[in-house]
């Protein structure tokens, strides 16, 4: 079968749909093969309807339908469409529409229990502004009160730690005796082993001493500065 | 109603290539489809073709009227439609599809209405040859031969503004 270029223009949607003959087929690809133009269509065309065909729809503008049925059947009509949820939920039930929605629900929720407000505990007079003003004040003190009774326990207890770990006083009779040691004369082995047994028994007492300060803060009636020394008390 | 709006609100785009103008003529159309209901008759085929022929129809009437109008405006100046994606796209193919979406847009104003109409109804609508025969009202060699000859000026245009295919 001869085969031409007025030919693969007149049968090309044939040809990129399958609808040639097989002869007619075998044909229009012994002519490409020699034609540098027929094949450059064959195979430019057929890409552009692949691609056209891939294409997904365009969206139409979100109120269109109504905007339709408001001009066809009326407001009646149309209030007839959105009376039903369904109506609504195609007009709210869109990706933006979801996505917004969920954020503002989510910074709500936030909000509210930032504020104090409990679903559980919820009642209608908490719903009121006055309220819900008056519930958002107090949690705002309470926690910079939290905040505070926080930052006073851990000074009570670094101070506490700090007098424990104080060394005491020498006793007035051996500070006189024990005179200065020659500098650079290493200590007696026997003070070295007083002196560590010293520290480490000052250690032990700190430890304790601490553990005990944390389990006593516990308790809701501890009173941290009955700990300190009268004359560092509060009034 | 809400099922055929996308058919011909993408119908009207593409032919006009702008937005509001396809806005308008889509609520034009099921005025027309409104008043004129009672003349389908299921002879003359589907109502999803006799809906395409009316909305054919009108964007002839509406390109005979804005003639004038198109002389003096850029289509990069009208609105453009947004695509639908579908969900399993990545943002990148997404991207591609709308540049070759505009593109395609901006090729078939090039074509003449003739062909652009042949090639929307068969290649974007995906209409078959004998729907597409009803709708223009034409043999459907001469459907065929307009869908040939739309599609390789469409190849050459896309080709001439840069286009590659991949």
Redesign the interface.
């Known amino acids: 079968m001869n085969w031409n270029c007025a030919l693969t223009e007149e049968r090309l949607s044939d040809y990129l749909e399958g609808a040639l003959a097989p002869a007619e087929r075998e044909a229009c690809a012994v002519h490409a093969a020699e034609c540098a133009g027929c094949a450059e269509i064959l195979s430019r065309v057929g890409e552009l309807v692949g691609q056209m065909h891939a294409l997904e729809p365009l969206l139409e503008p979100a109120f269109l339908s109504r905007r339709i049925t408001r001009g066809t059947l009326g407001a009646r009509a149309e209030r007839h469409e959105l009376a039903g949820i369904g109506g609504w939920l195609n007009l709210i039930w869109q990706p933006r529409f979801a996505m917004g929605i969920a954020m503002v629900a989510a910074t709500f929720v936030i909000l509210a229990h930032t504020a104090g407000l409990r679903l559980s505990s919820l009642k209608p007079s908490g719903l009121n502004p006055f309220n819900v003003a008056r519930e958002a004040n107090r949690q705002a003190h309470l926690t910079y009160a939290r905040g505070e009774k926080f930052v006073n326990d851990l000074r009570v207890v670094y101070e506490i730690r700090a007098v424990l770990a104080a060394p005491p006083p020498a006793p007035s009779g051996q500070q006189n005796q024990a005179a200065p040691a020659p500098s650079g004369a290493p200590p007696s082995a026997p003070d070295t082993q007083e002196r560590s047994s010293r520290e480490l028994q000052r250690d032990a007492i700190t430890r304790k001493a601490t553990n005990n300060l944390h389990w006593a803060m516990l308790d809701p009636a501890f009173d941290k500065f009955a700990l300190l020394p009268a004359n560092r008390r509060p009034l | 109603?809400?099922r055929h709006?996308?058919?011909v609100?993408?119908l009207c785009?593409?032919f006009t290539g702008n937005?509001a103008s396809a806005?308008d003529l889509?609520?034009e159309v099921?005025?027309r489809v409104?008043r004129t209901i009672g003349s389908y008759e299921p002879n003359y085929g589907s109502f999803a073709t006799w809906l395409t022929s009316v909305t054919r129809n009108l964007l002839v009437d509406h390109y005979r009227r804005t003639r004038c109008d198109r002389l003096t405006d850029s289509i990069d100046d009208a609105p453009q439609?947004?695509?639908?994606?579908?969900a399993d796209r990545t943002p990148h193919q997404k991207a591609e599809?709308m540049e070759?979406?505009a593109q395609?847009q901006a090729g078939l104003a090039k074509l003449s209405p003739e062909l652009r109409e042949a090639?929307i109804l068969r290649?974007?609508q995906?209409m078959e040859y004998a729907e597409i025969r009803k709708v223009l009202q034409v043999p459907e060699g001469t459907v065929?031969?307009r869908?040939?000859?739309g599609?390789?000026e469409?190849?050459r245009i896309?080709?001439e503004m840069g286009v590659r295919?991949?």
């Open positions: 109603m809400r709006t996308r058919r609100y993408n785009y593409r937005a806005e889509s609520q099921f005025l409104y439609a947004a695509e639908v994606h579908s599809a070759l979406s395609v090639v290649d974007l995906g065929k031969s869908i040939n000859r599609r390789i469409l190849a896309l080709q295919a991949d």
